[in-house]
């Protein structure tokens, strides 16, 4: 079995996951960038100081909504793949779709959403008041750092629930 076309329908659903996740997260800086305060590195954060009650608030239907579009999208990427695949490949498919999908995001999040876009275009909107020109915008080894933990998450991530769809199907 060839695992080329679950790599290609993952790759293709990770761009998907991606451009959705990053739309909903640069609309959301748009409205209340409070709410993205913990991704913020820590000089940022101890100048903004804390978190208002009311960002604090909206960061659980934010969450929710977040987690369900990245479960949809994750659970429609199964439906090309999983047609005909017996029980004792189930674990290594679904493994690797979910690997490259959670990876996908992890790089085009690292890459794009925080080395180009707020790095290095750095667009107003995504600037904390009261934080203007501090170093921490312009902090790529944070943001590389965010990406390895990243990839420590996608690992476990996928086997756990690489497990699940396992037992469940």
């Known amino acids: 079995m060839s695992l080329w076309p679950i790599i290609t329908n993952a790759l293709i659903f990770g761009c998907i996951l991606s451009v959705i996740l990053f739309t909903m997260i640069l609309l959301l800086a748009k ?3 409070e709410i993205t305060l913990g991704d913020y590195p820590p000089d940022i954060q101890a100048k903004y100081g804390p978190m208002s009650e009311r960002s604090k608030r909206q960061r659980i239907p934010v969450a929710i909504l977040f987690l369900a579009v990245m479960f949809a999208i994750v659970a429609a990427s199964f439906a090309p793949i999983l047609g005909g695949a017996d029980r004792p490949r189930l674990f290594l498919i679904s493994f690797t779709n979910l690997f490259v999908i ?10 794009v959403l925080d080395w180009l876009i707020v790095v290095t275009l750095r667009p107003r909107f995504l600037i904390l008041p009261g934080t203007d020109g501090m170093a921490g915008y312009g902090d790529y080894a944070f943001h590389f750092r965010g990406f390895l933990i990243g990839m420590a998450i996608t690992l476990a991530a996928s086997l756990l629930l690489s497990g699940l769809v ?3 199907l």
């Open 31 to 33: 409205i209340n960038p």
């Open 102 to 111: 959670f990876s996908d995001f992890n790089i085009l999040d690292w890459l």
């Open 166 to 168: 396992t037992i469940l």
